[in-house]
């Protein structure tokens, strides 16, 4: 009989483990690690992919996990899915670059009521459905890159900014918070320091962040504004569709000044072919890594208020403002903030190949 208890005894410390981690996420042993869903608008883009190697690095080295699901399509619905998928799987947190400013609210704040940690990243959602959000800057700033980034095209290929310049902006959705943001604070800047420019379709060109739609938008640019002298594409799909539908036309940079944001890889083509003068992006690597640390640094237990100075393994030391940095009608708790990247940069064929992502 001492014998058999013995026996039973070895069974169940063996058997253990495997009831300690049963359900996943939050229900795991105290020894497992935290594991982040990092969300992207859709995958197979070249800006999400490296934002996605930055999270991935930056996990592996910090000692938590980072499964990144997307779709490859820009889908509200599967965004939303995602989200839910993860509250049923016991993750311990969220990190996602919103497609619409609210319509993932309530599947966020259904994530924030199950205990998941919930930060956005690049594209954000109301601010009481999540608890931080890493900016990669302020719609002034970034409208104003966009727009500054036009004006030194334009005026390297010799045209007077001061004079009438026929511009047009093609990106994602209006929906998109960010880069509606940018296009809203880059049309104030255009008003107040170029008075003479028109804007030749005030409704905007949009192509839903769909590399064919990209394209085709892009060439319906082109043939329907024949004397168009600058597009701006505030969208790392449209940025490249709209400089391919311009190489197909046989348009250089020359003729029509195309700017925008996306990953220096995606555009260093069409720059060693005379199609584009310039353009910019941030770190999203850097970016990506963010979003999903201080997800794990929430699910670790830890508060984040605005007014903390954060320090970030391998980053450097962040600090929580408030929402209102990015509108000033935005949601205000001191439970709710965003983070700011440091620095954002502008590629040309002197500085594109010090980059690779």
Not at 94 to 112: G, K
Request: aromatic residues 8%; hydrophobic residues 40%; glycine residues 8%.
């Amino acid at each position: 009989m001492k014998k058999l208890s013995v026996i039973l005894l070895v069974l169940v410390i063996l058997m253990a483990p495997a009831v300690l981690f049963a359900g996943g996420g939050r229900q795991q042993a105290a020894s497992a690690q935290k594991v982040i869903v990092f969300v992207p608008k859709l995958t197979g883009n070249a800006f999400f992919e490296s934002a996605n190697d930055g999270a991935q690095k930056h996990a592996r080295e910090n000692g938590y996990t980072v499964n990144y699901i997307g779709y490859p399509e820009a889908s509200v619905a599967e965004q939303v899915r995602i989200i839910r998928q993860a509250i049923a799987q016991g993750a311990d947190g969220i990190s996602v670059s919103s497609l619409d400013a609210t319509a993932l609210d309530v599947a966020m704040r259904e994530a924030m009521a199950a205990g998941l940690a919930v930060t956005t990243w690049d594209s954000d959602v109301s601010g009481n459905a999540r608890a931080v959000m890493v900016s990669q800057g302020t719609p002034e700033i970034l409208g104003k890159m966009l727009v500054d980034m036009g004006v030194d095209a334009l005026r390297n290929r010799g045209k007077n900014t001061s004079d009438a310049i026929n511009y047009v902006w093609h990106y994602s959705q209006a929906t998109v918070a960010d880069q509606n943001s940018w296009h809203v604070a880059g049309e104030a800047y255009i008003k107040q320091n170029f008075p003479n420019w028109v804007n030749v379709r005030p409704d905007n060109y949009y192509s839903n962040q769909n590399p064919e739609q990209a394209l085709s938008v892009g060439q319906a640019i082109l043939n329907s504004h024949t004397n168009i002298d600058l597009i701006i594409c505030n969208d790392s799909t449209a940025l490249p569709g709209q400089l391919q539908a311009a190489q197909n036309l046989g348009r250089t940079k020359n003729d029509v000044t195309i700017t925008g944001f996306a990953p220096p890889n995606s555009i260093k083509p069409f720059a060693r072919a005379n199609i584009v003068d310039r353009w910019g992006l941030w770190d999203s690597g850097t970016q990506g890594a963010l979003g999903c640390y201080l997800a794990y640094h929430i699910a670790m237990g830890n508060q984040i208020r605005v007014g903390d100075r954060i320090n970030v393994p391998g980053i450097g030391t962040v600090e929580v403002l408030p929402n209102t940095v990015l509108d000033p009608r935005a949601y205000t708790s001191s439970n709710s903030g965003v983070v700011l990247l440091p620095e954002r940069v502008v590629f040309t064929t002197q500085n594109m190949n010090n980059y690779d992502f």
